[in-house]
């Protein structure tokens, strides 16, 4: 298959582990424009390119996983023009990135709730879906109408469907049965989780997903968060020690 990035050398800073899947909580793109004197939508319309300058890092630097937070089932409380506004966008990305995403053999999943979106934004989420299944250089997961309370309810009504049609014990429901009937199915959890935009929370993404989670807060706003930017993030996640649970010591032994 045909590639249209350029793979260029991995920057030394990265030396060291790379986090398989990343998840990104992109904010900060009013604050960017209300910076600049112009209208939100722009700030929006700023952080497609950040999306796109993430994903060639993310295939630059062998991350297999993207999931970003585009819209959280709280963002429909926002002015109805802003709203509108990004749909549009989405239905204008989509449009537009297809081609690109089978160039590059990349895989698009959207999770969340798609059913409250136009009928429009849904055909065109399923035709981008089903075009680039069999892709797997990455997934591109982008959470749309998302909430992680939302995920872990779902997965616990289809669950309970499970075991009420005798199709499922409810004595072999555990850890890894609960994250298969979630929305991330047999993905691995998140390695590492940025938020741009200066705040200090997780915001209800990935709730189940984020328990061993390595965090990354950065006051950058998302349309300036470059190439750089990813780069510093993928840095500081190679300098930390996962330990799940251990101590430093048995970390040390097991490498
Ligand atoms: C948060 O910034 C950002 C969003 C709610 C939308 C993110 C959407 C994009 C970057 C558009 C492109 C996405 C894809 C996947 C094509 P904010 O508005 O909350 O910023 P603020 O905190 O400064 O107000």
Request: proline fraction near 4%.
């Amino acid at each position: 298959m045909s590639r249209d990035l350029e793979i260029g050398e991995i920057p030394t800073a990265a030396a060291g582990p790379v986090p398989e899947h990343v998840a990104i909580i992109m904010d900060g793109n009013g604050r960017w424009a209300e910076a600049r004197g112009q209208a939100r939508h722009s700030g929006h319309k700023a952080g497609v390119g950040s999306v796109r300058s993430t994903i060639e890092e993310c295939i630059r630097h062998g991350v297999k996983v993207l999931t970003l937070f585009a819209f959280s089932s709280e963002n429909w409380r926002r002015p109805r023009a802003e709203v509108n506004l990004l749909m549009d966008l989405f239905l204008t990305a989509l449009q537009r990135e297809v081609k690109r995403m089978q160039t590059n053999d990349i895989q698009l999943r959207v999770i969340g709730d798609v059913s409250a979106f136009p009928d429009k934004l849904q055909r065109r989420i399923d035709e981008a879906e089903r075009a680039t299944r069999a892709n797997s250089r990455l997934i591109l997961q982008v959470a749309a109408n998302y909430g992680g309370r939302w995920d872990i309810v779902e997965a616990a009504r289809r669950l309970a469907r499970a075991v009420a049609h005798g199709e499922l014990d409810a004595d072999a429901i555990d850890d890894r049965a609960f994250a298969r009937a979630t929305t991330l199915g047999d993905l691995p959890d998140p390695d590492l989780f940025i938020r741009t935009g200066g705040d200090l929370r997780i915001s209800n993404f990935l709730l189940w997903h984020c328990a061993y989670t390595e965090l990354y807060f950065t006051p950058v706003l998302w349309p300036d968060f470059d190439a750089d930017e990813f780069r510093k993030a993928i840095a500081d996640f190679a300098s930390r020690q996962r330990r799940f649970g251990q101590t430093s010591a048995q970390v040390k032994v097991a490498d």
